[in-house]
């Protein structure tokens, strides 16, 4: 006969409002055999983890502990224990969040033959991670955190924690996944500014291909910060081969063409791509040849797209363009770059040039990923002339959850 004590808590704080943070919740069977057949907190991150057979199992005898022994046992005293907990928790966090999100995006991604996805976002405040699935492999960029620069911490003590809470998070992803941990590429990102995303960290040269809408990209997992391939940009894509039949387009900002190859395969008549990175125009040359792409009639120009703007007829515009693609850079200060960019407060200027060469009924794809971003149309020259919709949400793509992740739109010339 079983005996079953639910214990519910309400927690106020100390200025006597309800506390809106995670309560942890544990439903606790008292049964001849291990195993907890329901849990009234079904969508609890904190909640035990479901066994294959869809129901909640409880931990091994050696490990379970009486509620009210639990309740009123006293707090482990060292900070490393409550370390060590710590990082048991978020990890534990994660995996939860990880099997929950793979439940909803296997079965869109097999569907649509997509094989490069975001599967986790940052979805946990105390989990800032962002996992992206490449074929058979998986990217983790770590996030840095106040606690792991806490100078009133032990530094030994700070990297046991880190070191744990990572060895946790790739645990999880082998388990989850089905994937061996060698699969498994870890990074960090710190604030960075420019193109220090796109420094090198290191040099293995290896590649593979990814398939997305039906075109194939070459992405380097390991010696960049980034891969090659922005997914946040998935649904934007798919809109530029959708408006690029028998038109002209001007791809600004290039990185590795994955713009121009949709703008190709949806008919453009011809393309000029643009960056100031030779690393990168020779991968977007690649990507190109990949997908069998007629390189007469799609050009790449190495320039410094500020100060190409700038000349009265910059090499390539010849009679403008139908349709232009502007995706810049938060800010940029390279070397090589004449003058720094700052989107935030240079995208007026940056708007208004690029405008010179949209032809009449062209439109401008514009978009960047400044999380705070407020667009100033009252200061583009012929604002009555044009015409710009909003598609952030629209092109925000089901494996993104965040709308600050970039904004997106479409300026069109009446």
């Excluded at 009123?72 to 710590?86: C, F, H, L, Y």
């Excluded at 046991?160 to 941990?181: D, I, K, M, N, Y």
């Excluded at 040359?285 to 009265?312: G, K, T, Y």
């Excluded at 349709?323 to 004449?338: A, E, G």
Aim: hydrophobic share 35%; glycine share 6%; proline share 5%.
């Amino acid at each position: 006969m079983a005996c079953t004590c639910l214990v519910i808590t309400a927690v106020l704080c100390c200025k006597g409002d309800f506390f809106r943070g995670v309560i942890g919740c544990v439903l606790f069977a008292i049964t001849a055999g291990r195993e907890v057949r329901a849990c009234v907190f079904s969508n609890c991150d904190l909640c035990a983890s479901r066994g294959s057979d869809g129901r909640m199992h409880a931990p091994p005898p050696s490990e379970q502990v009486e509620p009210w022994a639990q309740a009123t046992a006293p707090a482990k005293p060292t900070a490393e224990r409550d370390s060590a907990q710590n990082s048991r928790q978020r990890a534990q966090l994660f995996r939860n969040r990880l099997r929950k999100n793979l439940r909803r995006l296997r079965p869109w991604a097999q569907r649509t033959g997509i094989q490069a996805y975001r599967l986790y976002d940052s979805d946990i405040p105390e989990v800032r991670l962002i996992v992206e699935r490449y074929g058979e492999k998986l990217v983790v960029w770590e996030y840095a955190r106040r606690a792991d620069h806490d100078e009133s911490r032990d530094e030994n003590e700070r990297t046991s924690e880190h070191e744990a809470f990572l060895s946790a998070v790739v645990t999880a992803l082998s388990e989850e996944c089905g994937q061996p941990v060698e699969t498994v590429v870890v990074k960090r990102r710190e604030r960075q500014r420019g193109r220090a995303q796109y420094q090198k960290v290191a040099s293995t040269q290896r590649e593979q291909i990814v398939e997305e809408g039906g075109h194939r990209f070459l992405v380097n997992l390991d010696d960049y910060l980034d891969t090659g391939l922005f997914l946040d940009h998935r649904a934007t894509r798919a809109l530029v081969q959708k408006l690029s039949s028998g038109r002209r387009v001007l791809n600004l900002f290039g990185y590795t063409g994955s713009f121009t190859v949709y703008a190709a395969a949806g008919g453009a008549r011809g393309s000029l791509t643009i960056d100031l990175s030779n690393t990168y125009l020779d991968w977007a040359e690649r990507n190109l040849r990949l997908n069998s792409i007629d390189r007469l009639r799609h050009r790449l120009l190495r320039a410094d797209v500020l100060a190409w703007l700038r000349e009265p007829q910059p090499q390539g515009a010849e009679d403008g363009f139908d349709l232009i693609v502007l995706d810049p850079p938060t800010f940029s200060n390279s070397k090589r770059m004449r003058d720094t960019l700052d989107i935030a407060r240079d995208h007026p200027w940056l708007l208004s040039q690029t405008l010179r060469w949209l032809r009449p009924g062209g439109q401008l794809l514009f978009s960047c990923n400044h999380r705070r971003f407020a667009l100033r149309p009252h200061e583009l020259p012929e604002a009555q002339s044009l015409h710009i919709a909003d598609l952030t949400q629209q092109t925000l793509p089901p494996d993104f959850h965040d709308p600050r992740t970039r904004c997106c739109y479409l300026i069109s010339r009446r």
